[in-house]
């Protein structure tokens, strides 16, 4: 008897070995993992026939083709974003990430590639058309987005009900049955849905704070970051930037 159960664990032990070294040949390398919300339109969202598509995806992929690599795209809690990265289970963070004070502190950053703001977006036909109007209104929001770091910053932060949402699409749904009185919401995605949806939505006067997207690599990972980087210049360079975001924003607005 003890010589089976030995023998049951030497043939145990030798699978998992084997199984160890199945994983690591079959891992691609020259593979680079996004991680990205895919319910970001237009950076990064699905179409009609379930495909990821959208600026972001576009701009991904002729890096990636600059650094001689391969691209996935991996949909994430985007709440979860920085765990993920960490973690090993991404290598980027690509969908319209803010480069904050707070984010540096856990990535790395790429330069900026595109000025962004936050805003707040009501239906057309709401009363509501400045900031200090949404006083003691409902107010929804993507939960840990830089949508929540702008209304924790701003004047409204104790003045509006805040309601939290997995995502922007859902935060919308409930402004359009007017369960929500606004949204707090990227402006190139506000203006994304606004042009899809005419005469739906209206952007209020002011908006609560400017910022840029950047994209985050897992802090140590300096080379990856470069050789990002080196690629992203190449594109500014011979036009292949200015080309994606005149498809997806309709005209040039990548950061130089």
């Not at 199984?19 to 990064?44: E, L, R, Y």
């Not at 690599?69 to 960490?86: A, C, G, M, R, Y």
């Not at 910053?153 to 003045?159: I, R, T, Y």
């Not at 009185?181 to 400017?210: C, H, N, Q, W």
């Amino acid at each position: 008897m003890k010589k089976k159960a030995i023998l049951l664990l030497f043939i145990s032990i030798c699978m998992i070995i084997m199984a160890g070294c199945s994983s690591s040949a079959s891992k691609d390398d020259n593979t680079i993992i996004v991680g990205i919300d895919d319910k970001f339109a237009p950076m990064g969202f699905r179409d009609e026939q379930n495909e990821i598509v959208g600026f972001d995806i576009d701009y991904a992929r002729a890096a990636a083709e600059k650094m001689g690599k391969k691209v996935t795209f991996q949909p994430i809690d985007w709440s979860s974003k920085e765990s993920e990265l960490n973690s090993g289970r991404i290598d980027m963070i690509w969908n319209g990430y803010t480069i904050t004070d707070e984010r540096k502190e856990k990535v790395l950053f790429t330069k900026p590639y595109l000025e962004n703001s936050q805003v707040a977006i009501t239906l057309a036909d709401s009363p509501i058309t400045k900031l200090d109007e949404l006083d003691g209104k409902n107010v929804g929001l993507q939960a840990l987005s830089s949508a929540a770091d702008a209304l924790a910053a701003s004047p409204l932060k104790d003045k509006v009900k805040a309601s939290e949402f997995k995502d922007n699409v859902l935060a919308l749904t409930d402004l359009k049955t007017k369960r929500l009185d606004a949204v707090i919401i990227d402006e190139v995605v506000a203006r994304y849905y606004m042009s899809k949806e005419e005469g739906t939505f209206k952007l209020l006067d002011e908006s609560l704070a400017p910022e840029q997207y950047g994209i985050g690599i897992k802090k140590g990972n300096e080379e990856l970051l470069n050789q990002l980087q080196k690629a992203l210049d190449e594109l500014n360079t011979d036009g292949k930037a200015a080309e994606i975001s005149k498809k997806w924003l309709g005209e040039d607005k990548v950061l130089k």
